[in-house]
């Protein structure tokens, strides 16, 4: 679940909220997204299917401000070692995410999980 501070604020219609983590050593990626789910954002939904994501985990909640949240965990297998991606994946697969939602405007910035959160 990612930590939002509010239901009030998207950024992007239909998005609270988006991280796009690895577990580490962090080369393949997962797409994490908290979403209005009276509004899905379906493009961007159906984009990421169409690049070969697809949805492992789905969980709704009500925020503390009353809001209705849905929980969206997005993974893409890759050929190296236990579905990982290799170097060339990772470039393409995070070259197509930025696109994805630098077209929605929403700016990602890719981190590593740590072992906690990775295994929690």
Sequence with gaps: MLFLKSTT?????GIYEVDIAAKPPGKTYGVYMATDPDNPPTAVLEALAALGF?????????????GKVLDLHFQKDGTDLFKG???????????????LFGDIGIAIAPRVMTLAEAYA
Aim: with cysteine; charged share 25%.
């Design 54 to 66: 697809q949805n492992t985990h789905s969980s709704g909640y009500v925020h503390k401000d009353r």
């Design 9 to 13: 604020v998207t950024k992007a219609p």
């Design 85 to 99: 991606w290799k170097a060339e994946e990772c470039e393409a697969n995070m070259a197509a995410i930025t696109k």
